[in-house]
């Protein structure tokens, strides 16, 4: 015990050597491993279902104290219900993230309740109907650029003052295949989220010697209410849809979540501007 003067008890199970099997190591070490985002206030968008409901589940089940937001606040609250029931953190708020002054109001609920705002991940969208250009109602290309771009704008633009003044924080914008690449059908949908990665990295650059980091995901088909919606129980359809993706079949929305998490958390304290797929090898760039 020369080199233990405290006299620490040796973690190490008997028989494991130093440098080897290093996961049971750490295990035995730290048998209350901290969480990805352990002690963070995390705003999550479009939660009452889907990817973002995965993602409340998720940051909340990582350490996180989560703001579960969507304009559906009854289904958000059902989802707050069942983390809390399992022992996380979380508050439900009702808001449609096209209006300005419910997005101001959602921050400032984040900041009344918790003080500050260390992640957000701007989930919240809507798919459109599929169709030529020519017959595209302007009302549908605005509806669509109001709730998948304009929204990400207008919460990025309250999220970034807040972190800006705190020194840090760190935001995911949830982007698509269609962000990079042509959605056949949905010229609307295509421009939103192309725009989604364009201010993405126009706030990462502005505000990265902030310390504040901005990066998007690019989910690809997941098994959401969005896109059960257009499967709609057909198993032909899903093979069709699954045909296209590298992987042969969907991604599930904790995938997803768990991609926002990791961005999100420290481990991730380089990357920003990021436009990261997630998609089974979908759209290859
Ligand atoms: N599911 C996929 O295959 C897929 C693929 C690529 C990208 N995405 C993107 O991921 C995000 C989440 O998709 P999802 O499949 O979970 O969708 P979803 O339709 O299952 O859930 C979206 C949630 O956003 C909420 N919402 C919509 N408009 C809102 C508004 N104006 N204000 C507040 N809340 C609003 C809805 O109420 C709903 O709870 C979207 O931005 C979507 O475009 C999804």
């Known amino acids: 015990m020369a080199d233990n003067p405290q006299n620490i008890p040796d973690p190490t199970p008997a028989g494991l050597q130093l440098g080897d099997q290093t996961a049971e190591l750490v295990r035995a070490a730290f ?24 993602a409340a589940r998720l940051f909340a089940a990582e350490g996180a104290a989560v703001i579960a937001v969507d304009k559906d606040v009854a289904a958000a609250e059902a989802v707050i219900k069942e983390i809390r029931a399992r022992g996380g953190e979380a508050m439900a708020h009702g808001a449609d993230l096209t209006n ?33 250009f020519i017959d595209l109602p302007l009302a549908e290309w605005q509806q669509m650029i109001d709730v998948n771009l304009t929204s990400v704008f207008l919460c990025m633009k309250y999220e970034l003052g807040v972190m800006a003044a705190q020194g840090f924080g760190a935001i995911v914008n949830a982007s698509s295949g269609a962000g990079v690449v042509a959605a056949p059908g949905l010229p609307h ?22 310390g504040v980091r901005v990066n998007a995901i690019l989910p690809g088909t997941t098994r959401t209410p969005m896109i059960e919606g257009f499967i709609n129980g057909d198993p032909n359809i899903e093979k ?46």
């Not at 048998?31 to 995965?54: F, N, Y």
């Not at 300005?100 to 009344?112: F, Q």
């Not at 421009?191 to 201010?199: D, E, R, S, Y």
């Open 31 to 54: 048998p209350l491993r901290l969480g990805l985002v352990e002690g963070k206030v995390a705003l999550i968008t479009g939660a009452a279902r889907g990817i973002g409901e995965a």
């Open 100 to 132: 300005e002054h419910d997005v101001e109001a959602m921050i400032r609920v984040a900041i009344d309740n918790y003080g500050r705002l260390d992640c957000a991940f701007n989930n919240a969208g809507i798919s459109g109907r599929f169709g030529s």
């Open 189 to 210: 949908y295509t421009a939103a989220k192309h725009g989604v990665l364009g201010i993405t990295k126009c706030a990462a650059q502005e505000f990265a010697a902030k």
């Open 240 to 285: 069709m849809v699954s045909r296209g993706i590298g992987r042969g079949y969907l991604g599930e929305p904790s995938e997803i979540a768990e991609a926002a998490v990791w961005l999100c958390s420290d481990r991730a304290s380089f990357v920003s501007g990021a436009s990261l797929s997630v998609d089974g090898s979908t759209v290859n760039r």
